[in-house]
């Protein structure tokens, strides 16, 4: 069975910062897709950015992007030029390249972004 | 493009009953998938529908049922409601052609059994 550990509850970050989201997971798949997502406070959860195990280049969305280092299990998210709107609960997710669609969710951090 | 709508948004069940939840996914979207999150078990996969077919199941009892209808329209079931059943139920739709697809999430259910 499949692992996401997200080792960090909270974080804070002032506007305009750089904030660095841990995470490590666990599996003895070798093809596998990563995915970072948020639910802001009362809104519904958003694709923030995804990575194919198979690639070896991390993924970027424009202020988003990935540390992905596949020997070591980790899938950190870099956020540059934090804004107020970044202020949400973000999960690592895990999903085995397999027919279908089934995500397994690490527990989640919480950022907020300070002005 | 209309996004994936839930309902009831809310809803209020005592214990032993049962409950039917119902999600309309985005319009092309054939996969719909349910997710429980609660404060002490996060997020978890119940199951994925797909062509009116589940094709994926978490591990949770046979107390929570779905079904998919030609529409791509989903309902889960919940029979013989508990007290740890309350939580926020979670859809998510995508094309469903394979695993990169994006899902996109519905506001949620939030169920509370008294």
């Known amino acids: 069975a499949q692992t996401v550990t997200q080792s960090q509850p909270e974080m804070s970050v002032q506007e305009a910062e750089t904030v660095t989201l841990s995470c490590t997971y666990d599996t003895s798949e070798s093809n596998y897709y990563l995915f970072w997502y948020k639910q802001p406070p009362s809104r519904q959860m958003i694709l923030v950015i995804r990575q194919e195990a198979y690639k070896q280049q991390n993924a970027t969305e424009n202020r988003f992007s990935v540390n992905f280092q596949k020997a070591a299990k980790s899938f950190s998210l870099k956020i540059s030029d934090s804004q107020l709107g970044d202020t949400a609960m973000y999960f690592c997710?895990?999903?085995?390249?397999?027919?279908?669609?089934?995500?397994?969710f690490g527990a989640g951090t919480i950022l907020r972004v300070k002005s | 493009k209309a996004g994936v709508t839930q309902t009831p948004r809310y809803l209020i069940k005592t214990r032993g009953q049962q409950v039917t939840l119902s999600c309309s996914p985005i319009?092309?979207?054939?996969?719909v998938s349910w997710y429980q999150q609660t404060p002490g078990q996060g997020l978890q996969f119940l199951f994925e529908?797909?062509?009116?077919?589940?094709?994926n199941k978490g591990n949770f009892p046979g107390r929570f049922s779905g079904r998919q209808f030609s529409n791509s329209r989903s309902e889960m079931n919940v029979s013989t409601l508990e007290l740890g059943d309350s939580a926020l139920y979670l859809c998510?739709?995508?094309?469903?052609?394979?695993?990169?697809?994006?899902?996109?999430f519905g506001p949620g259910t939030r169920l509370t059994v008294l």
């Open positions: 997710d895990f999903m085995k390249q397999e027919y279908g669609n089934k995500l397994v």
């Open positions: 529908y797909f062509s009116e077919t589940q094709r």
């Open positions: 319009s092309g979207h054939r996969s």
């Open positions: 998510a739709s995508s094309l469903g052609q394979g695993a990169h697809d994006e899902q996109f």
